[in-house]
């Protein structure tokens, strides 16, 4: 099992940037790949970005690419996403999570979840 904490959500106008850490510890062979989705109210989990931990490849929804950036630090077992040119629509719970091999933008791969920080976008 892995357990994961994040942090660094908060409340930002629109076209600020925000940065969200996820700590990662536990079982390390279990963390294949990190991903990062989010849920607005009233609306289903979606993938908003994923990376791997072994050489870093990443994939990103259409909807954020070239705003949001995911990254990992090995050393400190974190994976982050930077989120910049944030807009209303943005505005969810984001939750990381911990999978192995799988269809990287499917939530069934992940099989440990984070608490999720509220991003709130104000236009």
């Known amino acids: 099992q892995v357990q994961l904490v994040e942090s660094g959500g908060g409340l930002v106008q629109a076209g600020g940037s925000l940065r969200l850490s996820c700590a990662a510890s536990g079982r390390t062979a279990s963390r294949y790949i990190m991903g990062w989705f989010r849920q607005a109210p009233g609306k289903e989990r979606e993938f908003v970005a994923a990376i791997m931990w072994s050489d870093g490849n990443t994939w990103y929804a259409d909807s954020v690419k070239g705003r949001f950036t995911v990254s990992r630090d090995n050393g400190k077992n974190t994976v982050y996403l930077q989120m910049n040119s944030l807009r209303p629509e943005d505005t969810a719970v984001y939750y990381c999570?911990?999978?192995?091999?799988?269809?990287?933008?499917?939530?069934?791969?992940?099989?440990?979840w984070g608490q999720g920080t509220q991003v709130t976008v104000s236009s």
């Open positions: 999570a911990a999978g192995g091999a799988g269809l990287v933008r499917a939530s069934a791969t992940y099989h440990d």
